[in-house]
């Protein structure tokens, strides 16, 4: 067994307004959250899954807009760092060797230099589009300031490898434990799932490849604040409307996979 135990961690807090456009009620502020995981390993130290908002976008270091932070509502709580929560649960942050992350956006790659000697594994097409910001989108989506420590980056691209039949990367340079990458891409160009296989099941963190639960349960409409921000922010539409319909499938497909996205507070609270 390679992986001796999985912890779910809120490493950012968001309070979008208004609230009822946000799966909420009222015009008060809804609440999102940035569901991370910190996965122990027996032979390669901590491995934290996304990392949300970090030490320097807390204290400002970052560039986080204006507009960002009235729109979002960041509460930029150093406590829920993930160096926060690492030291809280009795963890050296430095033992934390590997950052596996869905994509860089700015609410997914803010703790990359809260670790700066740990490895960041991520699909070789977002990590292109972040450092190219080409588009006016991306140089808004994507901080310069949060990789400036300049990390060691480990980048991968589908190389036949598949997982219950979807293209992926089912093997992380330096990891043993069963941790990979099923790209998803359309939210950014190079967006992935993460894979972890921990006690038999399967754990598959979408990121931002869907908002809400009701866009995979169906058991309700997704509330329209998060289907505008997720048109407004998507970077190929066809892409992430095939990668939510692969995630749909997945679900209705095997019994052994825990699906769940990085903002949706109700499926946070299925593991907390
Ligand atoms: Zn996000």
Not at 2 to 21: D, E, G, Q, Y
Not at 54 to 63: N, V
Not at 204 to 233: N, S, W
Not at 237 to 261: E, V
Request: hydrophobic share 40%; aromatic share 6%; with cysteine.
């Amino acid at each position: 067994m390679s992986i001796r135990a999985v912890h779910h961690l809120n490493c950012a807090t968001m309070c979008p307004l208004p609230a009822v456009l946000f799966g909420g009620s009222g015009l008060g502020r809804g609440r999102m959250i940035a569901h991370c995981l910190l996965v122990e390993t027996e032979r390669d130290g901590l491995v934290l899954i996304d990392t949300g908002f970090g030490t320097r976008d807390i204290e400002g270091q970052t560039g986080l807009s204006r507009a960002f932070k009235r729109l979002a509502g960041p509460t930029l709580d150093h406590s829920e760092t993930a160096i926060a929560q690492v030291t809280a649960l009795g963890f050296d942050p430095e033992d934390v060797r590997h950052l596996v992350v869905t994509h860089l956006d700015l609410d997914h790659a803010g703790g990359l230099p809260d670790f700066p000697t740990a490895k960041v594994h991520v699909h070789a097409r977002e990590h292109a589009a972040a450092m190219a910001r080409s588009a006016r989108r991306e140089r808004e989506r994507y901080l310069k300031a949060q990789w400036s420590h300049g990390p060691h980056w480990e980048v991968y691209t589908e190389d036949g490898d598949t997982w219950r039949g979807l293209p992926a990367v089912t093997k992380l340079r330096g990891l043993d434990a069963d941790i990979g990458l099923l790209p998803m891409h359309g939210h950014t160009r190079g967006h992935s799932a993460i894979l972890v296989h921990a006690k038999d099941r399967w754990l598959v963190h979408a990121g931002d490849a869907y908002f809400h639960h009701h866009a995979i349960d169906g058991a309700g409409k997704v509330p329209l604040g998060f289907r505008g921000f997720e048109a407004a922010v998507q970077m190929d539409p066809a892409a992430r409307r095939a990668s939510a319909a692969a995630l749909r499938q997945l679900r209705t497909s095997y019994a052994d996979i825990d699906l769940f996205c990085a903002h949706d507070p109700h499926e946070f609270a299925r593991y907390v």
